[in-house]
T-cell receptor, first 114, second 113 residues
Framework: AQTVTQSQPEMSVQEAETVTLSCTYDTSESDYYLFWYKQPPSRQMILVIRQEAYKQQNATENRFSVNFQKAAKSFSLKISDSQLGDAAMYFC???????????FGKGTRLHILP | KAGVTQTPRYLIKTRGQQVTLSCSPI?????VSWYQQTPGQGLQFLFEYFSETQRNKGNFPGRFSGRQFSNSRSEMNVSTLELGDSALYLC????????????FGPGTRLTVT
């Protein structure tokens, strides 16, 4: 069965600094999709970034980028120039294909220190 | 365009009762998924509906059920509530099934006493 592991339950970073959130997953599939979702306190969860496994190039969305290591089954999220609004719970997620259910990791709570 | 709405936002029920939660997707969206979020288990997929048909189901007991109406609105029902059912129940909609992006609602906080 596919699993997603986020080994850092909580992290803190100074405002304007860079932080990396870790995620590993287990799958026997060669094609799949990976996502990072952000859930701010008392606000709705939103998709931050996605990566298709068949793409070698790491996805980037403004200050958010991923380091996708397919062989190592690792999918980390890097947030550059951290802002107070980045404080949230971040979930790593896996989807075998777009018709399949999404499997989420337990989440990493990110604190931004002013 | 209005976002995903969920009603009620908060609910307190007693063990053994049943509960129905409602989700209205973004206008034009036809796929609705439900998730249970707890501190211990994290986010777990319950089921997905598309065009009034259940397309996927997670590993939850039969006490958890859902349905989707012709206007894409969805309801989920939990019968014979247990203390462990206390959770935040999230609904997410997408334009079609199999789309990358799901838009989440604010959730319904269910407390079972």
């Amino acid at each position: 069965a596919q699993t997603v592991t986020q080994s850092q339950p909580e992290m803190s970073v100074q405002e304007a600094e860079t932080v990396t959130l870790s995620c590993t997953y287990d799958t026997s599939e060669s094609d799949y999709y990976l996502f990072w979702y952000k859930q701010p306190p008392s606000r709705q969860m939103i998709l931050v970034i996605r990566q298709e496994a068949y793409k070698q190039q790491n996805a980037t969305e403004n200050r958010f980028s991923v380091n996708f290591q397919k062989a190592a089954k690792s999918f980390s999220l890097k947030i550059s120039d951290s802002q107070l609004g980045d404080a949230a719970m971040y979930f790593c997620a896996y989807r075998r294909d777009l018709d399949d259910k999404i499997i989420f990791g337990k989440g990493t709570r990110l604190h931004i220190l002013p | 365009k209005a976002g995903v709405t969920q009603t009620p936002r908060y609910l307190i029920k007693t063990r053994g009762q049943q509960v129905t939660l409602s989700c209205s997707p973004i206008s034009g969206h036809r796929s609705v998924s439900w998730y249970q979020q707890t501190p211990g288990q994290g986010l777990q997929f319950l089921f997905e509906y598309f065009s009034e048909t259940q397309r996927n189901k997670g590993n939850f007991p039969g006490r958890f059920s859902g349905r989707q109406f012709s206007n894409s609105r969805s309801e989920m029902n939990v019968s014979t509530l247990e203390l462990g059912d206390s959770a935040l129940y999230l609904c997410a909609s997408s334009l079609l099934t199999g789309y990358y992006e799901q838009y989440f609602g604010p959730g319904t906080r269910l407390t079972v006493t």
